[in-house]
């Protein structure tokens, strides 16, 4: 059965530092998310993506963040320079309509 | 606004039945889901329900929507150990078809 894949699954990075977080959604699929979850939190949306630009985004993905595309089966996340509140789990999911998201096993990171 | 909830805990005995009941907030839901997440695992989607139907039913899995009182619950037949995981209410709104909006999630844990 077809599945999200992200990598790292663990990423710890020094605060100010630049990550980028991978995922290969499921190949057939045409919009891309990414979702947070803090510690002991909800799973927050971050941002949705769909024909090669952002459709949506909350008020957590600031000018921080970016998204990105870049060849026709990666779909990246990137956080310029990272702060302590941006450890978190980070899921990327997918979906062939903007209902039924598949999600990713997650990538956990930790800023120190 | 948009607000999903529901309760943090629930502990049954294995092969008794498992209800996990979920409120919303939001009358325009699309799409109403149930999430399944095990430790250090991704989130899993389990089943879910368009919110014109009542009831959907899938193996040991019943779900079944109250739109009137904006409630949903999961009912899981047979309660296996494997069955231990933290399930997730979420909704989409139909003014925002690429969101999901996610409960906090309950801890199921099965008494032998």
């Known amino acids: 059965e077809p599945e999200v894949t992200q990598t790292p699954s663990h990423q710890v990075t020094q605060m100010g530092q630049e990550v980028i977080l991978r995922c290969v959604p499921i190949?057939?699929?045409?919009?891309f998310y990414w979702y947070r979850q803090i510690l002991g939190q909800k799973v927050e949306f971050l941002v949705s993506?769909?024909?090669?630009?952002?459709?949506?985004k909350s008020e957590i993905f600031d000018d921080q963040f970016s998204v990105e595309r870049p060849d026709g089966s990666n779909f990246t996340l990137k956080i310029r320079s990272t702060k302590l509140e941006d450890s978190a789990m980070y899921f990327c999911?997918?979906?062939?309509?903007?209902?039924?998201?598949?999600f990713g096993p997650g990538t956990r990171l930790l800023v120190l | 606004g948009e607000d999903v909830e529901q309760s943090l805990f629930l502990s049954v005995r294995e092969g008794d039945s498992s209800v996990i009941n979920c409120t919303y907030t939001d009358s325009s839901s699309t799409y109403l889901y149930w999430y399944k997440q095990e430790p250090g695992a991704g989130l899993q989607l389990l089943t879910y329900i368009f919110s014109n139907m009542d009831m959907k039913q899938d193996q040991r899995l019943t779900v079944l929507l109250n739109k009137k009182d904006k409630h949903l619950s999961l009912r899981i037949a047979d309660t296996q150990t494997g069955d231990s995981a933290i399930y997730f209410c979420?909704?989409?709104?139909?003014?925002?078809?690429?969101?999901?909006?996610f409960g906090s999630g309950t801890r199921l844990s099965i008494r032998p």
């Open positions: 190949s057939n699929h045409l919009y």
């Open positions: 999911a997918s979906s062939t309509l903007a209902e039924t998201q598949y």
């Open positions: 993506f769909y024909n090669n630009e952002i459709s949506e």
């Open positions: 979420a909704e989409s709104i139909s003014s925002s078809a690429s969101k999901i909006i």
